[in-house]
């Protein structure tokens, strides 16, 4: 089992930035993958960004070059960095981590609210 725990939403200005953090109850580097999504009222739930089982990383079209994703194993967190923040990324952040042992395994946070205001 895997519990996440994620901080650093909040209110901010367009072009402003902030940091989100997912912290894993295990070392992250057991996790087949980890990553975030992020759900805005009436939409679907979508990737924005994540770590693959291989290590490499994959990015939402719509965050390339303005969102980086990085983590620290000692800590076992995963970091957000988003900057030059659009409206369009007013949501719900969600914290995933998938685990594979004989079967799939998915663990989501509790979600974090990240309000851009024009």
């Known amino acids: 089992q895997v519990q996440l725990v994620e901080s650093g939403g909040g209110l901010v200005q367009v072009g402003g930035s902030l940091r989100l953090s997912c912290t894993a109850s295990?070392?992250?580097?057991?996790?087949?993958?980890m990553g975030w999504y992020r759900q805005a009222p009436g939409k679907q739930r979508e990737l924005v960004a994540g770590?693959?089982?291989?290590?490499?990383?994959n990015y939402a079209d719509s965050v390339k070059g303005r969102f980086t994703l990085s983590r620290d194993s000692a800590a076992n967190t995963m970091y957000l960095q988003m900057d030059s923040l659009k409206p369009e990324d007013t949501a719900v952040y969600y914290c995933?981590?998938?685990?594979?042992?004989?079967?799939?395994?998915?663990?989501w946070g509790q979600g974090t609210q990240v309000t851009v205001s024009s």
């Open positions: 295990r070392n992250i580097f057991t996790l087949n993958t």
């Open positions: 770590f693959t089982s291989g290590g490499s990383t």
């Open positions: 995933h981590a998938q685990v594979q042992i004989k079967a799939t395994w998915d663990y």
